[in-house]
């Protein structure tokens, strides 16, 4: 192992052991609590692979797998992303599986009456914006409409065969940012359109948190990095990759766990962001609760 900073990389592996120690253990039927690290006990994070989250495994099940060698699977991801969320997500599945079976009037009626019950239908796990004064319900509708309307998903699947060039593809789609664009990118790494890709393990965008958790792992500092500066993601993408290669070392993460993916890396210092700055006593979003899933 060569990284920047040796005992920061440990550490930070130390983390994701004990993190996917408590899915194990939960996984197992084990009484809580799952572990005697106080941060985790308390505060609520991400599975140290994305595909392990409760909402991964649904939209997985009922969607992306369902999908995954037709080209339509991009619409349905990104229309399916932009709301992440399980419940929304099991109303909006009938109209996601072929590209006739879209019907805004009928989507929006559904959806708007889950909101005026008082229900959530957008996630609170990332920002999702709409124009100024307009409500985000039909802002983003509008913004799929305009997904069906301009991209030819097959001619998408032949051209696109990289990870870079699907992310370029869809951030240039109306109401995407650079995060969301991505999240859809990792989900398509798992159909016939990216599986292959030759950047598989050598592309990804390092967001916000992200930045904030390489610059506290390496440096001791999260604000090292500026996620928005061509040459930090530069850094911060050599230095996922040499954190990808040290997770085949089988002192840092057991051989017979599930390797690693470069998406799962990336994802695991947004986490380490959330677990630095909540040892040093700083409230997160949502605590942990043993009864949730």
């Known amino acids: 192992m060569n990284a920047t900073n040796d005992n920061g990389l440990r550490e930070h592996f130390a983390f994701l052991r004990e993190r996917y120690q408590i899915l194990l253990r939960r996984r197992a039927g084990q009484p809580a609590p799952w572990t005697l690290d106080p941060v985790l006990q ?11 989250d409760r909402t ?6 009922t969607v992306r797998e369902p999908l995954r060698d037709d080209p339509h699977v991009l619409l349905a991801t990104i229309a399916w992303r932009w709301f992440n969320l399980i419940e929304t997500g099991e109303i909006l599945r009938p109209f996601l599986m072929s590209r006739d079976a879209w019907n805004r009037p009928e989507v929006e009626r559904l959806l708007q009456a889950r909101h005026d019950a008082g229900d959530n239908i957008f996630t609170g796990a990332f920002m999702v914006n709409s124009p100024q004064n307009e409500p985000k319900l039909p802002a983003i509708l509008n913004a799929i409409d305009w997904c069906y309307r301009n991209i030819d998903a097959e001619k998408v699947a032949r051209t696109c065969t990289t990870k870079k060039a699907m992310f370029k593809q869809i951030e240039a789609v109306p109401r995407q940012g650079a995060f969301t664009a991505y999240q859809v990118v990792v989900d398509l790494t798992h159909t016939a359109l990216l599986e292959r890709a030759p950047d598989f393990n050598s592309f990804t965008v390092a967001g916000p948190g992200c ?16 996620y928005g500066s061509r040459r930090d993601q530069a850094e911060m993408l050599r230095l996922m990759v040499e954190t990808l290669e040290a997770s085949r070392d089988p002192e840092l993460w057991p051989s017979d766990w599930p390797p690693f993916i470069l998406s799962d890396i990336e994802n695991s210092f947004c986490e380490a962001q959330k677990y630095g700055s909540a040892r040093e006593g700083n409230r997160q979003k949502r605590r942990f609760r043993s009864d949730a899933a």
């Open 211 to 226: 930045a904030k958790g390489i610059g506290r792992v390496f440096h001791g500092d999260p604000t090292r990095f500026n």
């Open 42 to 52: 308390a505060w609520r994070f991400c599975n140290v692979r994305r595909e392990d």
């Open 56 to 61: 991964t495994i649904v939209f997985r099940e």
